[in-house]
Nanobody, 120 residues
Framework: QVHLAESGGGLVQAGGSLSLSCAASGSIFSINAMGWYRQAPGKQRELVAREVRGGSTDYADSVKGRFTISRDNAKNTVYLQMSSLKPEDTAVYYC??????????????WGQGTQVTVSA
């Protein structure tokens, strides 16, 4: 079993900054990718940013230049630094990790989600 624990999020005014973090725990052999998705009311869940093993990153066009994803491999933790936030960034943000367990099972794990609200 693997578990993702998210922290951060909250309410911020437009133009402000917030940070999210997500720590993976459990029977982990390797983490192949970690990232963040978000889902706004009435919309589908979408990729925000992710980092794959080896360090390459993907960002949604809407957050490029404003959000930065980083990983601490020693802590099995991924971070999302969000700046210049806009009201349209308001959503529930979910951590995702693609994990190979110590028993070589593959998990596509999700966190419970954390609310980010940006006021105009």
């Amino acid at each position: 079993q693997v578990h993702l624990a998210e922290s951060g999020g909250g309410l911020v005014q437009a133009g402000g900054s917030l940070s999210l973090s997500c720590a993976a725990s459990g029977s982990i052999f390797s983490i192949n990718a970690m990232g963040w998705y978000r889902q706004a009311p009435g919309k589908q869940r979408e990729l925000v940013a992710r980092e794959v093993r080896g360090g390459s990153t993907d960002y949604a066009d809407s957050v490029k230049g404003r959000f930065t994803i980083s990983r601490d491999n020693a802590k099995n933790t991924v971070y999302l630094q969000m700046s210049s936030l806009k009201p349209e960034d308001t959503a529930v943000y979910y951590c995702n990790a693609q994990i190979t367990s110590a028993t070589l099972f593959y998990y596509d794990a999700w966190g419970q989600g954390t609310q980010v609200t940006v006021s105009a």
